[in-house]
């Protein structure tokens, strides 16, 4: 059987934390040090490491700013998603589709594998979200807020291909998120009044460590929204 070295032992042991969702895409990595006194190795040998997943693409190295998670599906979205155009009827309904599926799962790992940690990290953005409640805030504002707390339970839900999607929807499909939102409230003067109820429901059924409410109610807000669209969009449904 052929020996590992310690290099090989420490990738893979590193990339095992990326899988597991401890070290999050776009995340940054320790220093030398700091990795060498952890796993008990010289420095030389943790930059061996390192540089091994430099090359795979599993890690980014750039002088002056250190070693980040790359997001192992971010070249996929450049290549073919970056320059459609997001005020599209099409893209908002995919997005929505896309997020249905994400933000359902998101909800439901998060309920099954998040640490006590995390958890109060959502209780703490969701307390932000309600007293957000009384101040006045731009649609863009406050849907960059509620994204905020989309984006926590993703991250933290500890399955990478979720983190991965959803960090990529989220960023780079944006607008075509908001422009749901923002139509609907030049059209009626409003916010979606169900948003704030629905919010709430996710974050007690996560609470609650209800995984399969959690995913229920994810999923309700998103279709909620998707009808928004369509009723913006008569006779185009599919």
Request: one cysteine or more.
């Amino acid at each position: 059987m052929p020996c590992i070295s310690k290099a090989d032992q420490l990738s893979k042991h590193i990339t095992g934390r990326i899988i597991s969702g401890q070290w999050k895409p776009g995340q940054l990595m320790a220093s030398e040090r700091q990795l060498a006194a952890e796993f008990g190795m010289s420095r030389a040998m943790v930059r061996e490491s390192v540089t091994q997943l430099v090359g795979k693409g599993v890690l980014q190295s750039r002088h002056g700013q250190g070693t980040r998670v790359c997001n192992p599906m971010a070249h996929l979205f450049d290549e073919h998603f970056g320059d459609l155009p997001q005020d599209s009827y099409e893209l908002q309904l995919a997005v929505l589709e896309m997020r249905t599926v994400i933000d359902g799962e998101a909800a439901w790992y998060f309920c099954q594998r998040a640490s006590a940690e995390e958890m109060q990290m959502l209780v703490s953005e969701f307390e932000r979200m309600e007293q957000r409640r009384h101040h006045a805030m731009t649609p863009l504002e406050r849907a960059k807020a509620d994204l905020t707390f989309h984006m926590l339970i993703a991250e933290h839900c500890h399955q990478i291909l979720i983190i991965s999607l959803a960090q990529l929807l989220y960023s780079k499909f944006f607008n075509a998120i908001y422009g749901v939102l923002g139509r609907t409230h030049r059209r009626t003067g409003a916010y979606p009044p169900h948003i704030e109820e629905q919010h709430r429901n996710i974050f007690q059924a996560i609470c609650s460590r209800d995984a399969e409410t959690a995913r229920l109610a994810a999923e309700q807000h998103i279709l909620t929204t998707r009808q928004t669209l369509e009723q913006l969009e008569p006779g185009r449904q599919s």
